[in-house]
């Protein structure tokens, strides 16, 4: 049985930072992609970037140059670095693999 894990979301002022990060067990992690999605109050949960199990990499085009999604493979781990951060960045930030989801963190960006 797949489990992930988010942490790292919180309270963020525009223009701020934040590293959201992902635990996975109950599947081989090195030959699976990772998505990171997310769900805005009121609105449809949008996809906003996966990585390969070779490393490769694609954004939604609202958080490119702005988001870096990477993996630890020997840690099976994926993170989300997050920069610049907009108000409408604001959303719940669940990580996903072969149909299954996390938990949720989540993610407010306000002053």
């Known amino acids: 049985q797949v489990q992930l894990v988010e942490s790292g979301g919180g309270l963020v002022q525009p223009g701020g930072s934040l590293r959201l990060s992902c635990s996975a067990s109950g599947t081989v992690f090195s030959r699976s992609t990772m998505h990171w999605y997310r769900q805005a109050p009121g609105k449809q949960r949008e996809w906003v970037a996966f990585i390969t199990r070779d490393g490769n990499t694609r954004y939604v085009d609202s958080v490119k140059g702005r988001f870096t999604i990477s993996r630890n493979n020997a840690e099976n781990t994926v993170s989300l670095q997050m920069r610049s951060l907009k108000p409408e960045d604001t959303a719940v930030y669940y990580c996903?693999?072969?149909?299954?989801w996390g938990q949720g963190t989540q993610v407010t960006v306000s002053s």
């Open positions: 996903n693999t072969e149909n299954n």
